[in-house]
């Protein structure tokens, strides 16, 4: 069973509606009367371009602080190292680093056939910017550009991406995916055979990835996960597929060989799970770009990981793109995920610090190094227990059936009024703690949840844990963030303080 805990947020995003909210951290309905973000209509400024704002904008100042940090393509930063490693891999792709993170809804989403109640494209999930745009959430927003503008066969995407969620040592609102995709022109060949051909004798060129591979190929979902059986043949489906694995594991190889080297040449002492050769195997999953779609798995220091998401690319998303004949794979990862394994990085906030402790231990013309955490300060964790109101509307996870959810191209979007109250959702504490503590938080967890068998009324606990990367906080200074989110939780959510 897929628990929240060991699904990685791409993976979770991806799933269908209904699986995904039996995952989904409850979402509790909350009489409130709804408060925008940003109530204040005034225009944002984003990259220097003005942006009109609505009743969608939700975007709090520090997430745009971080927008246009640009770290995938700063000289020296782990996540600039990962990326190049990664591009190392595929070398006659076209490399794209400086896409706008800024992109429509159009782009996100419809184009790559979200269905329209897709969860991702809440605004507990999303930050907009207004209705019609938003801060990317995946570098799959530009695929079909990419693909429109036919410039090569292969490319990868590494960019900046922004999702609401979870605060903890590896979820942050910013950070970075990458992505590839390569695709062949079935009107190059000069019949059906020829690009088989072609396909088999790619395969045949790859050289054994020096890895054990478990590939159980088992049968795919008929409905959620089928080959397209009506745009390709069974083998064109299979060649595909099989050269998508072969490609990725020689770069999940090339990866963790140089995660391997920085581990032993660390001086750290080795558990015997370290010394464990590299595993890979291939698990089903679901995109609404891709099918069939794979998860691909590495067996790395004693667990299976989650590394990236891949597929046959769905046909109809070609033929959006003005690229009917072509047909491939594509794939995508997370950046921060990989350096934190790569460099042994253990908390998720250091790659937005400018600290020369930490950023001076990064060079990208030597070898890859273990991270040597400059000394840790101590956590301060306080709790915050409280009643929700009592009375309100309850939402359903998805909102997209409501008002306050955008809908597919083409359908009519309805604009969310202030009087809508929306479900209490835990993204939306999170928010509110990252807005007030930025990143003096280190994690944010419910530790108690219950509802009072007479009244019916819930309440809830969550721990804060504060913990600066760069100092000791007092505990005047803990104790005042604490005060200010429990203030803020009884404005805006109406809550009663326990
Ligand atoms: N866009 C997906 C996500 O963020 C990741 C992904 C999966 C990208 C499969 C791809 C792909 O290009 O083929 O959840």
Redesign the pocket.
Known sequence: MLQLSTCS???F??LPAGIRSLLKPQTLALGRRYRSEDTSRRPLIIDGRSYPTDAWTNIPPPILDHYGRKLHVQPNHPLSITRKLIESCFPEFQHHNALSGVVTVDQNFNS?GFAADHPGRSRTDTYYINKDTLLR????AH?VDVFRSNTSNGYTIAAD?YRRDAVDRTHYPAFH?M???LTWDRNHFKTTDDFLHHLSSALANFKPPNVEVEDANPPFHPERNPPQEKHHSPEEAELVGAHLKRSLEHMVVTIFTEADKALQSSGLELTAEDKDPLKVRWVE?F?P??SP?WEMEVWWRGDWLEV????V?EQPLLIRSDVPSRVG?????GLERLAMLLFGIPDIRLFWSKDSRFLSQFDENKPIRRFQPFSKYPAAPRDVAFWLPKSGPVVAETPAATSTAPSPAGGKQTEPTLDTAPAFHENDLMEVVRSTAGDSVEDVTCIDNFKHPKTGRQSLCYRVTYRSLEKTLTNEEANSLHEQIRQELVTRFGVELR
């Open positions: 947020r791409s993976t995003l991806a790559l959430t995946h570098t799959s695929e991406v995916q992505e590839g995709a999953s995109f770009h891709t779609s990236l998401g891949c597929g690319i794979w594509a794939f995508g990862l």
